[in-house]
């Protein structure tokens, strides 16, 4: 910990994510709060600044509900803002007196404030005031269930612009519409805890939200249309919503058209749901996306073309949505050439033939297509693409001689993979046997009984699985999860949403 004279609670942790308090964190430095609060405190504040009695009695009885009875607070920590901080709280001056603003519980430094067996909420914990970051971290394990609170939250509407729960087993039951009373609130994430029920549409009020994570709960019932920007009377109220991630639920319904409303979001992902319907083409207006994720859904109407507008694209991904159908553009990839790098369409029921319109995906890591119903031959100028790292095409039914040359294959190696494509072939005449590609016969094997060669069993599909296994509630399939062939094509360029 710094000094008492410099900018608190450098040290907190934020959970492994900057963005989650780095804006209360900038703003803890005394100056720049005097700015913002027309504070009479000077710049360099000293430790012997005085904090309310009120508010240092709220801290403690707020800390020791969580941390458990046996922790003395003013014993341990007689001057919590000045010469003996503690840690997972900072602190800003206000009119010359000390307020609480960031508190962050759970076992992420030695030192870090963890709760007890029996933790529980305190109605202290909204006397803090001035609190602007409050989050909780691995803190109510399955054996103590407890609810988010539904009271309260109003005394912390014109302050709080961070929540978070992380990794609370035990956190249970619905998502309070109280927390549509956090008229400041930037960030509200909720993940993996177990929460159950609907998203409230109450959660549409936040209008200065940035950030809407609540994935890897229970929660049920459609997606509020309200979260969405589709009211003319309210057209700017989230146009700083940036992420919208509810993903690992069991919604249902379709996707909202509001969403489309969202002008300046950058990332959703809705997958692993049990989302319907067809893909609403109102997502057009979501210019700015960089990330679409709604795999593992029951999604219908085929790939729409006004995906291919969307410039900024970094990565598409619709896997598993077995009954999405439809047919791959013919053209029209050029606009996604600069920035698109995973693309991601296995199993969702693709018909006709791959087109070598997709070679102008020049920025292209990640190419999946498998486990559909492609036909035709496989265009050679998928080998050329500059940056393709790995390319999945087993599973389908195209047929021809590959003519990929024995660097590419060897290049590739287990990230290539074109097996249960019974039509399909390859010239060893172009490609020694060493550097074949597994699970694909010899072009004069398909008029001839097939015959083991050495390190293969001729035409059977390798023991490797192809680009991504990961399932829903609605596929019943093992948990989402990428393979490391994935991992080696996009090399970190997989954005991750939290």
């Given at each position: 910990?710094?000094p ?14 900057a ?9 803890g ?7 913002e ?6 710049a ?9 009695e ?40 206000f009119?010359?007196?000390w307020y609480?603003t960031?508190?962050?519980i ?5 030192n870090?404030?963890?709760c ?9 914990l ?6 602007r ?36 087993l035990?956190?249970?039951g619905g ?11 930037q960030?509200l994430?909720?993940v ?5 029920g ?37 057209r ?5 919503l ?8 069991s ?9 489309g ?19 609403p083409?109102e ?12 795999r593992?859904n ?5 790939l ?9 694209l970094q990565?598409?991904l ?11 553009p ?8 600069a920035?698109?790098a ?11 033939a791959i ?8 920025g ?8 559909n119903?492609?036909?035709?031959a ?16 087993n ?6 001689a590959?003519q ?24 060893i005449a172009?490609v ?7 699970g ?10 097939s015959v ?13 699985s192809?680009?991504?296994?990961a ?7 093992s948990?989402?999860r990428?393979?490391?062939g994935?991992?080696?094509?996009i ?8």
């Open positions: 910990m710094r008492a004279g410099g900018c608190r609670g450098s040290g907190l942790l934020v959970l492994g994510l963005l989650s308090v780095s804006a209360a964190l900038l703003r430095c005394a100056g720049q709060q005097a700015e609060d027309g504070s009479d405190a000077p360099a504040a000293t430790a012997t600044a005085p904090m309310e009120k508010e240092r009695r709220a801290l403690y009885a707020a800390i020791e509900s969580f941390v458990g009875k046996g922790w003395n607070g003013s014993g341990l920590y007689p001057d919590p803002c000045g010469w003996s901080p503690i840690q997972g709280v900072s602190c800003d001056l009119n010359g007196l609480p960031v508190m962050s759970g076992p992420v430094l030695d870090s404030l963890q007890a067996p029996d933790a529980k909420f305190s109605p202290q909204f006397d803090l005031r001035r609190l970051t409050l989050s909780f971290y691995s803190c109510f394990p399955a054996s103590n269930p407890t609810a988010i609170p539904t009271a309260g939250w109003e005394k912390l509407s014109g302050t709080l612009e961070t929540l978070e729960f992380r990794t609370n035990g956190l249970t998502i309070p519409a109280s927390l549509g009373r956090l008229a400041s609130l960030s994430v909720l993996e805890n177990n929460l159950t609907p998203v409230p549409a109450e959660l549409g009020a936040l209008s200065r939200l940035r950030r809407l994570v609540l994935s890897g709960n229970g929660l049920s019932g459609p997606i509020p249309a309200i979260l969405g920007n589709n009211d003319h009377r309210r700017h109220a989230h146009d700083e940036l992420i919208v991630d509810l993903s690992r639920n919604l249902t319904g379709s996707l909202p058209s509001s969403l409303g969202l002008t300046g979001l950058l990332k959703m992902d809705l997958s692993n749901n049990l989302l319907q319907g067809s893909i083409p997502l057009a207006g979501l210019k700015s996306l960089t990330l679409l994720d709604l593992n029951s999604l219908t109407g085929g729409p073309q006004f995906v291919q507008g969307m410039a900024s990565d598409l619709l896997s598993n949505n077995p009954q999405l159908g439809g047919a791959l013919q053209s029209g990839w050029e606009t996604l050439a920035n698109l995973t693309l991601d369409l296995s199993n969702v029921g693709l018909v006709g087109p070598a319109s997709m070679a102008a995906l020049t292209l890591r990640f190419l999946a297509l498998d486990h119903r492609l036909t035709g496989v265009p050679p100028q998928l080998a050329q693409l500059p940056s393709i790292g790995a390319l999945y095409l599973g389908n039914n195209l047929t021809g590959l990929f040359s024995a660097g590419f294959y060897q290049r590739m190696g287990r990230r290539f993979a074109s097996w249960d494509n019974p039509g399909l072939c390859y010239s172009a020694d046997a060493a550097h074949a590609p597994s694909v016969v010899v072009c004069k094997d398909l008029q001839e009984p083991a060669r050495d390190g293969e069993e001729g035409g059977r599909k390798p023991e490797a192809s680009s991504v296994v399932s829903s509630s609605s596929s019943g399939r948990a989402a990428v393979l490391q994935m991992a080696a094509a090399l970190g360029s997989m954005p991750l949403l939290l």
